[in-house]
């Protein structure tokens, strides 16, 4: 991992970076920026992941405040994937909700192994169900 990886639960973003961070993942939230902003920046929780001041990844938190938490976004720039950043940033927000009952998230493909990695499990026979407007899964 690059040894200047910063990891905040209290930065700010800027709308130029994490567009640049979507279009880099090609996640189809990238097409609606204004609306991407506004739910980032009201999320329950926010961390990025900065090198050289540069944001190369973030999660964020979806939460009740008391109970569940739920993960939606977490993205690291492709260039610097598989250097310990998501793990970094999954952690930082494992321990932000360390005491809460219920912790979810919905992983696809690659990504399945790796939260495994973090300890998340499969939701017993539970079903992932949605009605997405995007095309990226």
Do not use: C
Not at 100 to 113: K, S
């Amino acid at each position: 991992m690059p040894p200047d990886v910063v990891v905040s639960l209290s930065d700010t973003i800027e709308h130029d970076e994490v567009l640049a961070l979507y279009v880099a993942n090609r996640w189809s939230s990238a097409e609606k920026p204004e609306l991407l902003m506004r739910a980032l920046r009201d999320s329950h929780a926010l961390a990025t992941a900065r090198v050289d001041g540069r944001l190369v990844g973030l999660v964020n938190a979806i939460s009740d405040g008391h109970l569940v938490a739920y993960f939606p976004h977490m993205l690291v720039l492709p260039e610097f994937q598989r250097q310990g950043i998501g793990r970094r940033l999954m952690a930082a927000m494992l321990a932000r909700y360390r005491d809460f009952h219920q912790l979810m998230l919905t992983a696809d493909g690659d990504a399945v192994a790796f939260y495994e990695a973090m300890g998340f499990t499969r939701a017993g026979r539970t079903v992932p169900m949605w009605i997405y407007a995007g095309n990226d899964h």
